[in-house]
């Protein structure tokens, strides 16, 4: 009853919702009510603050970088550390099959994404957090917080990609037309790493625990996810539960798109399902909070 | 006419008290999934005691070009109002709309990084306020020309100093072409000069059509510039109106007389069973009591109170602050008689005198205590801005002024002693000689 005659009054009065709003030939209106979730997909309003989220990113990597001797090297220390690790451990040592990919290569091409991924996402998940000093004090639209904190690494990634393309070279490797592959791949692990960066950024303010949690998951994550060993290890009859892994598909794309072997397109659908169901759903969450993030930081 | 700026049943509720941190552990999120029912019912029933209204029912309207002061106590939620007009919090209840583009400057340094430059600040700066990268670049030698760091530009700013840091936001705000402008209290930092210099773009601003909200508790800037006031206390605006008298009206009116004050019911007057207060005014030396002093004379304050209880030892204090919130000093009483002496019941009337050429110009609050150290410390009365008066600074009389006419700054203006000799130069050598022969 009291919902009925609340909303009446408020369409009577005004029309616009949260955020912004502007109708062409008329002036912007910035709206902030109780009663409207807060606009977080405002695509005008993001575009007219892109300045601030290429800002954000570079500060990011200038900051990341300035104070460290040997820079932007950092970025491929760590893929290529482990993947020499990897290959002489699993590789060498215990003979983990490859499906007749040279080791070394065979887990880079897990590490890449996994790096990239799980870089993006811890630094999503605190990103909101660690810029408090800026939400307290002046508006923009939040989603630009962790999206910056994504957009930080492309660079990383961009660099090791590169990297990945010449060691398949070194190794013989004769690119097809499905290397065409290897670039949406790349793009679906961005997505991915984006939709869960929004997500937890907006559930880290709430929920301060998940600070702590994210590393001993993402480190259980990485185990579940077909970087050590290949998708044909997995009985046919559980490979379900690993294609509900997003990675995977993922991965096992980005390794098919090298050797120009067979896609599995289950794998491949089920990333691209996931990643884009993922979304939405990222988007809600972090709408919901968003309202609170200024009391809550 | 449609209002730029118009706030509607605007109410912020926060929630207070150490045992809700403000966020939730994941316990609660993983209990909370499975038991959503009950919490929803729980969050309902927050008991009243838990939470403050930061603001209840806050209704007012601004037009084009207006520009208002908001002004009011600490705490008053002046400050929560302008972060909800800037979206930066969400309000508990209501709506705001700005018609237009908000520069928002709510603290000083806003969104600067200290490894930054200046100069990478002020993009940084214009895009977080919402301006693209070009238009700043339009604005940039202006920007710079009037914050009076061209020589700093290139310097990462965390090696500028606060007034440093606060010309730089105030410029890159009063230069970007938003249509509406909401600040707080960017006059309690940076030089006299530098204050006069925002003033003025402040009019400038104005005259260009520009809207704008600021907070002060500069009285005589709100005075100035704005031809409209609001008043917040507790949340509530208690007045809304040419700015002149709304202001009067927090100095001095909304305290029933502005430099006496008394409580004729003795259970009414604030106290306790051991002392309560019965009246406080200013008095001139023939004892009358006055709403202004000029700057050369003394005047006095009279405390009367009732002593109800003895055996204590009872110290009469006054805090002198002035329109700006600046405690400009406290007194309490050391004087031998009542010092170390339990005060036997009765009453009694204390007064501390304030020289002449000792308080600057301009409106002065007095809170008035009562407290006592023997036989336990303990604060029996404290009144907070309770009286009030001015101080006439016109150079008629002998004063620090002298035959100056304009400002003078500082919170106090003693007449001090100069002591100027004619000596004999006998060339620009003699002072380095000087100099030179005492080091030897």
């Known amino acids: 009853m009291l919902r009925v005659s609340k909303s009446v009054v408020v369409g009577s009065v005004v029309s616009e919702p949260n955020g912004e709003n502007s109708v062409p030939g008329k002036q912007t209106v910035i709206v902030n009510d109780a009663d409207q979730p807060a606009s977080v997909v405002n695509l ?5 603050y892109r300045d601030l989220l290429y800002f954000l990113i570079s500060r990011d990597i200038k900051v990341r970088y300035k104070q460290a001797a040997i820079g932007a090297a950092w970025a491929i220390i760590q893929p290529l550390g482990m993947m020499l690790i990897f290959a002489v451990f699993f590789g060498v040592f215990m003979g983990v099959p490859t499906d007749g990919m040279p080791h070394t290569l065979f887990f880079y091409c897990g ?8 870089g993006a996402v811890s630094a999503g998940s605190v990103s909101l957090i660690n810029s408090s000093n800026l939400i307290t004090k002046v508006y923009f639209p939040r989603v630009i917080v962790p999206a910056a904190a994504v957009g930080a690494l492309l660079v990383d990634l961009l660099i090791t990609a590169a990297i990945l393309l010449g060691l398949s070279l070194y190794y013989g490797i004769h690119w097809s037309w499905v290397l065409a592959m290897f670039p949406v791949m790349l793009l679906l692990t961005i997505m991915l790493a984006l939709d869960l960066a929004i997500w937890l950024a907006a559930l880290t303010v709430k929920y301060r625990d998940i600070r702590h949690a994210l590393p001993f998951v993402l480190q259980l994550w990485m185990f579940v996810t077909p970087i050590i060993y290949p998708l044909s290890v997995i009985p046919g009859k559980w490979r379900w539960i690993i294609y509900l892994n997003p990675l995977t598909g993922i991965i096992e794309g980005i390794r098919s798109s090298l050797t120009g072997g067979d896609f599995n397109w289950t794998a491949i659908a089920f990333s691209v399902g996931l990643t884009l169901l993922t979304m939405p759903l990222a988007v809600k969450a972090f709408q919901r909070i968003e309202k609170s993030f200024a009391d809550l930081i | 006419m449609t209002s730029v700026i118009s706030v509607k049943n605007i109410s912020k509720r926060y929630r207070i008290g150490g045992l809700d941190p403000g966020y ?9 999934a499975m038991a959503m029912p009950i919490r ?8 009243p005691s838990e939470t403050i209204w930061a603001l209840k029912d806050i209704n007012f309207e601004m037009k084009a070009g207006e520009v208002v002061g908001l002004i009011g106590h600490n705490g008053a939620g002046k400050s929560t109002l302008l972060k909800i007009l800037s979206r930066i919090t969400f309000p508990t209840t209501g709506r705001t709309e700005v018609h237009g583009r908000i520069g928002s400057l709510l603290e000083v340094g806003t969104g600067f990084h200290p490894d930054l430059t200046g100069r990478e600040n002020i993009f940084l700066n214009g895009t977080i306020l919402g301006i693209t990268s070009s238009e700043v670049k339009n604005r940039f030698d202006e920007i710079v020309a009037f914050s009076e760091i061209e020589k700093f530009i290139d310097t990462p700013v965390k090696w500028y100093s606060s007034g440093m840091y606060l010309r730089l936001a105030f410029s890159v705000a009063a230069h970007l072409d938003t249509e509406v402008l909401i600040m707080d209290e960017v006059l309690a930092v940076g030089d006299v000069s530098f204050q006069q210099k925002c003033l003025d773009k402040m009019h400038e601003i104005r005259n260009q059509g520009r809207t704008i909200l600021f907070v002060s508790h500069n009285m005589t800037a709100v005075t100035r510039l704005c031809e409209r006031a609001i008043l917040l206390d507790k949340g509530h605006v208690v007045a809304d109106g040419p700015a002149a008298e709304v202001v009067n009206g927090y100095l001095g009116s ?11 019911n003795l259970d009414q007057a604030p106290g306790n069973e051991i002392v309560r207060l019965l009246k406080v005014r200013t008095r001139t030396i023939e004892g009358l009591t006055t709403e202004t002093v000029s700057i050369q004379n003394p005047i006095g304050i009279e405390l009367t109170y009732q002593v109800l209880g003895s055996g204590h030892i009872l110290v009469p204090k006054v805090e002198v602050v002035n329109e700006e919130g600046v405690p400009l000093f406290s007194s309490h009483d050391v004087g031998r008689e009542w010092r170390r002496q339990p005060r036997p019941i009765g009453s009694y009337v204390s007064t501390i005198w304030i020289p002449g050429n000792f308080l600057s110009s301009g409106n002065v609050l007095v809170n008035a205590s009562l407290v006592s150290h023997f036989p336990a410390t303990a604060t029996h ?14 150079g008629e009389f002998e004063s620090a002024r002298g035959d100056y006419v304009g400002p003078i700054t500082g919170v106090i ?12 130069l ?14 030897k």
């Not at chain 2, 909304?254 to 004729?264: L, Q």
């Not at chain 2, 009365?381 to 016109?394: A, G, K, Y």
């Open chain 1, 44 to 48: 005008r309003e993001l575009w007219r």
């Open chain 1, 111 to 118: 590490l890449m994404p996994w790096v990239f991924f799980s």
């Open chain 2, 24 to 32: 939730s552990t994941f316990r609660e999120f993983l209990g909370g």
């Open chain 2, 40 to 47: 929803r019912l729980r969050r309902i029933q927050i008991s």
């Open chain 2, 254 to 264: 909304s305290w029933k007389a502005t430099s006496e004050r008394e409580w004729p």
């Open chain 2, 381 to 394: 009365v404290n009144e907070s801005r309770i009286i009030t008066f001015q101080v006439i600074d016109n």
């Open chain 2, 413 to 424: 203006r003693p007449l001090l002693e100069w002591n100027t000799t004619a000596v004999t």
């Open chain 2, 426 to 439: 006998r060339d620009h050598r003699f002072a380095s000689d000087h100099v030179a022969g005492s080091t």
